[in-house]
């Protein structure tokens, strides 16, 4: 089994920054797979805003390029999402996952809500 537990999230204003953490534990090697950050807000799909590779390379939405860094600490088998410049149409709930194999998991999500 593989936990993920996602913090950081919070009410903030219009340009405000966060970061949001996600802490993976269980039986996973954590440094070998890549981890996804996802958002949801409300009545609309889910989207895949960032990726970060086992090698570190990074991938990104169109809408979050420039303002969302994502970063991986292998030691303290957590990534990061660094979003800066929030703005109002970011509001959702943030949510990381990990694919092992066949095999989905998700954390329970944080909320970022920004206010204008």
């Known amino acids: 089994q593989v936990q993920l537990v996602e913090s950081g999230g919070g009410l903030v204003q219009f340009g405000e920054s966060l970061r949001l953490s996600c802490a993976a534990s269980?039986?996973?090697?954590?440094?070998?797979?890549?981890i996804n950050w996802y958002r949801q807000a409300p009545g609309k799909q889910r989207e895949l805003v960032a990726t970060?590779?086992?090698?570190?390379?990074?991938n990104y939405a169109d809408s979050v390029k420039g303002r969302f860094a994502i970063s991986r600490d292998n030691a303290k088998n957590t990534v990061y999402l660094q979003i800066n410049s929030l703005k109002p149409e970011d509001t959702a709930v943030y949510s990381c996952?990990?694919?092992?194999?066949?095999?989905?998991?998700w954390g329970q999500g944080t909320q970022v809500t920004v206010s204008s």
């Open positions: 269980g039986s996973i090697t954590f440094s070998i797979y890549s």
């Open positions: 996952n990990v694919a092992l194999g066949t095999l989905n998991y």
């Open positions: 970060v590779t086992k090698y570190g390379s990074t």
